[in-house]
């Protein structure tokens, strides 16, 4: 029985983290400062991981809807500064970071979901 137990034992997979990337966005999101007023950042998930994000100007509020985070900005911001710090995990962390963009959400799709 105690041969049994010793080989299952040596089946185990090898110890280790998934392969990862860490990385750093700066980027500036143009706005219509007469309408838009939602910015769409990532989300942590599985693939990724939101260090730190900072908003220049500072956000009003903070909204969350069907898995999507949106950031109010004061009335009349023509642009926004966003620096996100982050970690990728998986081999393709390119494919990630294309899908982790800030944009500008124009009125009449997500605004009037919140």
Do not use: K, N
Request: charge should be negative.
């Amino acid at each position: 029985m105690a041969l049994l137990t010793l080989g299952a034992c040596s089946t185990l997979p090898e110890r280790g983290w998934p392969e990862r990337h860490l990385g750093e966005l700066s980027t500036a999101v143009e706005l219509s400062p007469d309408t838009v007023r939602l910015v769409e950042v990532p989300m942590s998930d599985s693939e990724l991981t939101i260090l730190s994000l900072q908003v220049d100007p500072p956000a009003l509020a903070e909204h969350f809807r069907d898995g999507r985070r949106f950031l109010e900005l004061p009335p009349g911001t023509g642009s926004a500064h966003l620096t996100l710090r982050y970690r990728v995990f998986g081999p393709d962390p390119q494919a990630i970071e294309r899908r982790m963009m800030p944009r500008a959400v124009e009125p009449g799709t997500a605004r009037d979901e919140m």
